[in-house]
């Protein structure tokens, strides 16, 4: 299994550009989500979803948008970029609640620069 | 709201000595603690995992417990080695959410 994967690994933005950053994991989790990473600091969710057509707010979701039409690919959108979303970019996912002990994957990251 | 916060931010100590990572929590109601390792320019990889019912979880030269009632969790690494070298995360699940709230890292430099 190749686990949790990320597209692009880095990326350079221009204020008001748009960008997808890619997910897929293949392990067949229902549960999928997207953290941030900013210099010196923890992770903060983004959104999260628990299955295919649905998805919901974390902590910091403005200026993100999320789609899950597929078991196997969670992609964020940003749409009108900002120098405050230069960050690392962590997707993950894990089994439903109850099932084993809900243990999150994280994928590799995509450094996003926004200049 | 819970917070977590971990003690101390950054630790430097030469190869072989036994250390503890602090990890601690503002709200008792968790349905587990993970600890995490991070590579520099890495991504996250998952050491161990307790369980809200358990007290401690062991991995080789890794053993990590969990105070629940205090709102603490310690991760002890024996015999540390320069390979060791990383920051180490620690994130808790509250209950009845599916969501992990992180602390911002122990930064850890093992020296030869």
């Known amino acids: 299994n190749a686990g949790v994967t990320q597209t692009p690994k880095f990326r350079i933005l221009k204020i008001g550009q748009s960008m997808t950053l890619q997910c897929t994991q293949d392990?067949?989790?229902?549960?999928m989500y997207w953290y941030r990473q900013d210099p010196g600091m923890g992770l903060k969710l983004i959104y999260y979803?628990?299955?295919?057509?649905?998805?919901d707010k974390g902590e910091v979701p403005n200026g993100y948008n999320v789609s899950r039409s597929t078991t196997e690919d969670f992609p964020l959108r940003l749409e009108l970029a900002a120098p405050s979303q230069t960050s690392v970019y962590f997707c993950?996912?894990?089994?439903?609640?109850?099932?084993?002990?809900?243990?999150?994957?994280f994928g590799p990251g995509t450094r996003l620069t926004v200049l | 709201k819970q917070e977590v916060t971990q003690i101390p931010a950054a630790l430097s100590v030469p190869e072989g000595e036994n250390l503890v990572l602090n990890c601690s929590f503002t709200?008792?109601?968790?349905?587990?603690l993970q600890w995490f390792r991070q590579d520099p320019g890495k991504g996250l990889t998952s050491l161990l995992l307790?369980?809200?019912?358990?007290r401690e979880q062991t991995s080789g030269r890794l053993n990590a417990s969990l105070d629940k009632s205090s709102g603490r969790s310690t991760l002890y690494i024996a015999a540390s080695q320069p390979g060791d070298s990383a920051t180490y995360l620690c994130?808790?699940?509250?209950?009845?959410?599916?969501?992990?709230?992180f602390g911002t890292g122990t930064r850890l430099q093992v020296f030869p």
């Open positions: 993950a996912s894990s089994y439903p609640t109850g099932t084993g002990d809900n243990e999150q994957f």
């Open positions: 392990m067949n989790h229902n549960y």
């Open positions: 979803s628990v299955g295919a057509g649905i998805t």
């Open positions: 709200d008792s109601a968790i349905y587990n």
């Open positions: 307790i369980q809200s019912s358990q």
């Open positions: 994130a808790v699940r509250p209950d009845n959410t599916d969501k992990l709230i």
